[in-house]
């Protein structure tokens, strides 16, 4: 199976063509943000991409017709990516049934810890400063794939590539078998490559709207295109 | 589908919602704090600081022409070191970053009064110290700006959103994250994730312990009601905790009107913590109003929402007017400038139906002669 390749866009008017942009660039997997006023885990370009899809209206409800919008352009995994405050307010079980049956496969929450509402599937987080018991836990509780963040800090790309990545991998790679991939400062073709050269793919996020925000959908394409080029080159490993 | 599993729930309210990232830090903190309150040698430092250094216990203050029909005290913390009760939390957490081996501490400020109180002890302990503030509250307490300078620490500007309280606070919690390993994040307030809405009131509970004996001292009777301003709530959590096992003796809280996230909020996430909050029907946290910078945070501490749905505390609004006519009345009749934030409770505990009564004068008003100045 070939490294994977999962691309962030901000739920929003323009995320269905972007979306299908991605896929067709060769992104494996798509997380599409469902926009909080107050997101701890990200730096400023996801945050502000947040504060201007809220002032366009982009609610939960707007957020699941984006969702099954694009559902009905791309094949590729769908998984939305948001904070618990929504979920609180929406109901656990309801934010579910309803991301489900508008096309979402799993779901990220980035507040929510893995002891927190267990029957919740989503993919868990864990982070350089994780426990090896947290990340025991993390790992079995985990949706499908387990995401690393590559990096204490928040999200946005970085001049270079983490260094505590390595030593994550090789934890994570201790306790459990299940696809791991990086996220969190990957912006460029090479980081991209040197983070999939340790793992089974890489998210990219922050450039990614950057990029979608620059250059529209075609831009998005090549972007991805890049990435998904960087990351096959590096051999398969495992 | 639940949040039970988490730790640090005051009923329905509290937990820990937080990245990843930040969850170790606080298993360390939580067990950090526990081994520094069971011992023995901690209580005694803590102690003689809060005496030397701080000049406790504040007096509990009987004023004369305040008001003709109620007895009304005061309770000082207005004379702490820095000018207000912020010290007592941010000197207790300062002796937890050090047992913790943490040289940097970063902080979030609304008025300026925490900040000013974190980069104090900074300096006492020779901590670095980053302090996050809103750009509009940097204008509207520039005194505070000033003196954190002076104090050594770094004032970061934060330039989006409200500009104020709230994302001064997320931006001191995205520091947190990317400095963790490093870092200490002294909170301000009795909010975010659990430990830290316990360690805050535990480190302020000195206010309500000196009030209920000095009150017993003074009148020989429990208060009829003990009144303090709410923003994130520590001063009155502090005060409340002093009474809160006597039934008789009436919690009231004073949000300001424009903030009242106990009065007209709803439950969510914000910060850390679930709590009752200023928040739209998805769950978006809405901006607050008020003219005092330390009140303008739509959340609230959980143990506060918690004590709201069990009856034991009421929680009532004082509008921007009647804050400043309370303001100008306690200075014109007792000679004391209390600061904005007290102005609401003292405009509620005036019209409160009760005789005896405890006020929390939380905080001195210099900070504040420019806002009330200009109006």
Redesign the interface.
């Known amino acids: 199976m070939r490294k994977l390749v999962s691309i962030y866009l901000m739920a929003g008017r323009d995320t269905p063509a972007l979306a299908q942009a991605a896929v067709e660039g060769g992104a494996d997997l798509l997380e599409i943000g469902f926009p909080f006023s107050d997101p701890l885990a990200d730096g400023p370009v996801i945050r502000r991409a947040a504060e201007q899809a809220l002032a366009s209206g982009m609610r939960t409800a707007a957020c699941l017709e984006c969702l099954s919008d694009a559902r009905s352009r791309v094949d590729v995994d769908l998984v939305p990516m948001t904070y618990a405050s929504l979920l609180e307010a929406y109901g656990y079980e309801r934010f579910w049934t309803d991301a489900k049956a508008a096309g979402a496969t799993s779901l990220i929450v980035a507040d929510l810890p893995v002891e927190a509402a267990p029957e919740l599937p989503r993919v868990q987080l864990v982070a350089p400063t994780t426990t090896s018991e947290r990340l025991r836990l993390a790992a079995e509780r985990t949706d499908g794939w387990l995401y690393l963040v590559s990096l204490t800090g928040t999200t946005g790309a970085r001049e270079s590539p983490s260094a505590q990545l390595a030593r994550l991998v090789e934890r994570a790679r201790t306790v459990t078998d299940v696809p791991l991939l990086a996220g969190f400062g990957i912006g460029t073709p090479e980081h991209a490559a040197a983070a999939a050269a340790l793992t089974d793919g890489v998210v990219v996020g922050s450039r990614a709207l950057q990029v979608a925000d620059e250059a529209g959908p075609r831009g998005l394409m090549d972007y991805v295109a890049s990435l998904r080029h960087a990351v096959d080159a590096v051999p398969i490993t495992r | ?3 039970d ?2 730790k640090g729930f005051y009923g329905a309210y509290g ?11 606080l ?1 360390e903190l939580e067990r950090g704090w526990a081994e520094i309150m069971g011992d023995p040698g901690f209580r005694l430092e803590l102690d003689g600081l809060q005496r030397d250094y701080v000049g406790r216990p504040t007096p509990l203050y009987r004023t004369e022409r305040l008001s003709e029909e109620k007895r009304i005290y005061l309770k000082r913390e207005d004379l702490c070191h820095t000018g207000a009760h912020k010290i007592n939390n941010a000197l207790g957490q300062a002796l937890v970053a050090r047992r913790l081996g943490k040289r940097r501490i970063v902080a979030e400020t609304g008025a300026g009064q925490h900040g000013v109180a974190a980069a104090t002890v900074c300096a006492r302990f020779g901590l670095d110290c980053v302090v996050y503030m809103g750009s509009e509250d940097m204008r509207r307490q520039a005194p505070n700006v000033d003196r954190m300078g002076l104090l050594g620490a770094e004032v970061r500007p934060v330039e ?2 409200t500009k104020t309280l ?1 994302e001064a606070t ?1 931006e001191a ?2 520091d947190w ?5 490093t870092t200490h994040y002294l909170i301000g307030s009795c909010v975010g994730p659990h430990p830290y809405p316990d360690l805050v009131r535990d480190l302020q509970t000195v206010i309500g312990r000196e009030a209920h004996t000095q009150i017993l001292e003074a009148e020989d009777r429990l208060p009829d009601a003990v009144v303090a301003c709410v923003g994130g709530g520590s001063n009155a959590i502090g005060l409340f905790a002093g009474f809160v096992d006597d039934a008789d003796v009436r919690l009231v809280g004073v949000e300001a009107a424009g903030a009242a996230s106990l009065g007209t909020g709803r ?6 913590a ?1 709590s009752s909050l200023l ?7 809405l901006d607050a109003h008020s003219i005092s910078a330390g009140l303008d945070y739509p959340g609230v501490g959980p143990e506060h929402a918690f004590l709201r749905d069990a009856g034991r505390a009421e929680y009532v609004a004082a509008t921007d007017e009647e804050a400043l006519a309370a303001f100008h009345l306690l200075t014109e009749r007792e000679g004391i400038i209390p600061a904005l934030e007290p102005a609401h409770a003292l405009a509620r505990a005036l019209d409160l139906d009760a005789e005896l009564i405890v006020v929390g004068l939380s905080g001195r008003g210099d900070k504040d002669l420019a806002t009330v100045l200009a109006r």
């Open positions: 589908m639940t949040v599993l988490l937990g820990q919602f937080v990245p990843e990232t930040l969850m170790p830090a298993e989006f959103g709230k997320s919690i995205r994250i990317t400095n963790v390993e439950p969510g996430v914000l910060h850390g679930r928040a739209d029907e998805d769950g978006q946290i």
